[in-house]
Protein backbone atom coordinates (compact mmCIF):
# COMPACT_ATOMS: atom_id res chain seq x y z
CA UNK A 1 0.00 0.00 0.00
CA UNK A 2 3.15 2.13 0.21
CA UNK A 3 2.78 3.04 -3.25
CA UNK A 4 -1.28 4.01 -3.76
CA UNK A 5 -0.41 7.64 -4.02
CA UNK A 6 2.15 7.52 -5.99
CA UNK A 7 1.64 10.51 -8.54
CA UNK A 8 3.63 13.43 -10.67
CA UNK A 9 6.89 11.88 -10.35
CA UNK A 10 9.11 11.37 -7.46
CA UNK A 11 6.57 9.25 -6.13
CA UNK A 12 4.79 12.26 -3.63
CA UNK A 13 1.41 12.02 -2.45
CA UNK A 14 -1.54 12.58 -4.86
CA UNK A 15 -4.43 12.26 -3.38
CA UNK A 16 -6.16 12.72 -6.33
CA UNK A 17 -4.88 9.72 -8.16
CA UNK A 18 -8.10 7.60 -6.70
CA UNK A 19 -10.67 10.15 -8.08
CA UNK A 20 -8.89 10.06 -11.39
CA UNK A 21 -8.67 7.00 -11.83
CA UNK A 22 -12.58 6.19 -11.00
CA UNK A 23 -13.38 9.09 -13.57
CA UNK A 24 -12.38 6.74 -16.49
CA UNK A 25 -8.74 7.88 -17.17
CA UNK A 26 -6.85 6.25 -19.85
CA UNK A 27 -4.96 3.16 -17.67
CA UNK A 28 -1.94 2.06 -19.01
CA UNK A 29 0.22 -1.27 -17.64
CA UNK A 30 3.47 -1.00 -18.90
CA UNK A 31 4.87 -4.47 -18.11
CA UNK A 32 5.02 -7.04 -20.71
CA UNK A 33 2.54 -8.64 -22.35
CA UNK A 34 3.25 -12.24 -20.34
CA UNK A 35 3.11 -10.27 -16.52
CA UNK A 36 -0.37 -8.33 -17.95
CA UNK A 37 -1.61 -11.99 -18.90
CA UNK A 38 -0.77 -13.14 -15.51
CA UNK A 39 -3.52 -10.65 -13.68
CA UNK A 40 -4.03 -7.23 -15.21
CA UNK A 41 -6.52 -3.97 -13.95
CA UNK A 42 -9.69 -4.34 -15.67
CA UNK A 43 -10.31 -2.14 -18.28
CA UNK A 44 -6.18 -0.85 -18.92
CA UNK A 45 -4.63 -1.41 -21.97
CA UNK A 46 -0.89 -3.13 -22.16
CA UNK A 47 1.64 -0.89 -23.82
CA UNK A 48 4.56 -2.52 -22.33
CA UNK A 49 7.87 0.13 -21.67
CA UNK A 50 9.72 -0.62 -24.94
CA UNK A 51 6.83 -0.41 -27.11
CA UNK A 52 5.79 2.81 -26.00
CA UNK A 53 7.81 5.27 -28.72
CA UNK A 54 5.96 3.25 -31.05
CA UNK A 55 2.59 3.92 -29.96
CA UNK A 56 2.00 7.48 -28.92
CA UNK A 57 -0.79 8.45 -31.22
CA UNK A 58 -2.34 6.41 -28.03
CA UNK A 59 -1.94 8.62 -25.81
CA UNK A 60 -3.48 11.43 -27.62
CA UNK A 61 -6.62 13.02 -26.86
CA UNK A 62 -6.75 11.48 -23.15
CA UNK A 63 -7.43 13.77 -20.66
CA UNK A 64 -5.66 11.88 -18.22
CA UNK A 65 -3.12 9.05 -18.22
CA UNK A 66 -2.19 7.32 -15.40
CA UNK A 67 0.88 4.55 -16.40
CA UNK A 68 1.44 1.53 -14.16
CA UNK A 69 3.19 -1.80 -13.50
CA UNK A 70 4.86 -4.18 -10.91
CA UNK A 71 6.34 -2.11 -8.87
CA UNK A 72 5.95 1.78 -10.13
CA UNK A 73 9.98 1.45 -11.76
CA UNK A 74 8.84 1.12 -15.30
CA UNK A 75 6.20 3.68 -15.05
CA UNK A 76 7.83 5.66 -13.42
CA UNK A 77 10.15 6.23 -16.81
CA UNK A 78 7.17 5.82 -18.93
CA UNK A 79 5.80 8.67 -17.52
CA UNK A 80 9.13 10.49 -17.88
CA UNK A 81 9.33 9.90 -21.68
CA UNK A 82 5.67 10.63 -22.12
CA UNK A 83 6.23 13.97 -20.18
CA UNK A 84 9.51 14.59 -22.37
CA UNK A 85 7.25 14.29 -25.64
CA UNK A 86 4.72 16.62 -24.95
CA UNK A 87 1.76 14.86 -22.09
CA UNK A 88 1.78 16.48 -19.22
CA UNK A 89 -1.22 14.98 -17.91
CA UNK A 90 0.15 11.23 -16.98
CA UNK A 91 0.54 10.18 -13.80
CA UNK A 92 2.48 7.20 -12.11
CA UNK A 93 0.21 5.01 -10.35
CA UNK A 94 2.85 2.84 -8.96
CA UNK A 95 1.89 -0.80 -9.28
CA UNK A 96 -1.00 -2.09 -10.84
CA UNK A 97 -2.07 -3.73 -7.77
CA UNK A 98 -2.62 -0.37 -6.11
CA UNK A 99 -4.75 0.94 -9.26
CA UNK A 100 -7.04 -2.59 -8.87
CA UNK A 101 -7.48 -1.69 -5.22
CA UNK A 102 -8.36 2.00 -5.91
CA UNK A 103 -11.18 0.62 -8.61
CA UNK A 104 -12.20 -1.93 -6.21
CA UNK A 105 -12.98 0.30 -2.96
CA UNK A 106 -16.47 2.26 -2.72
Not at 88 to 95: A, L
Request: aromatic share 10%; glycine share 14%; charged share 20%.
Amino acid sequence: MFNLFKGFGGGEANPELAKIVKSGAYLVDVRTPEEFAAGHVKGSVNIPLDAIPQNLSKFKGKSHIVVFCRSGNRSGQAKAFLNQNGFGNVINGGTWQDINDILNSK
